[in-house]
């Protein structure tokens, strides 16, 4: 793991619950091999700073349950409306990088070629 729990409560400014404290735990480990896989060669801090992210987004994008994890648009009616809920770059309670986070790893979105004449 990166980034421990602490840091995560510091980004969200609140003191975790127990069972947050091992939800958090297991979405840290999840987030360090994700990272792994995108940004082997980025620097410790690179790695922190992401892990920490991806964590962040997940557990305090919201303190309020009936809202979606991730929700980045949504409307709330009542007396026979429905809710309707937009979902940004992951899925609800999905880890995920966004744009940032891969070029903090050093792996964003690049232009490759190759060829006959063109040396590695």
């Known amino acids: 793991m990166y980034a421990t729990v602490y840091d995560v409560e510091k980004r969200c400014k609140r003191k975790l619950s127990i069972d947050e404290i091992e939800w958090c735990e297991s979405l840290l480990q999840d987030a360090a091999i994700i990272v792994d896989t995108y940004g082997k060669n980025a620097s410790k801090e690179a790695k922190q700073l992401v892990s920490c ?20 648009q949504g409307t709330v009616s009542g007396f026979g409306y429905s809710q309707t809920w ?25 232009i490759a070629f190759s060829g006959p004449f063109v040396e590695d």
């Open 53 to 72: 992210n991806m964590v962040v987004r997940t557990i305090c994008s919201g303190n309020d349950e009936d809202i979606p994890i991730g929700a980045s």
């Open 86 to 110: 937009s979902l940004g770059s992951g899925s609800a309670g999905e880890l995920y990088l966004t744009k940032l986070d891969k070029k903090i790893l050093g792996c964003g979105s690049r």
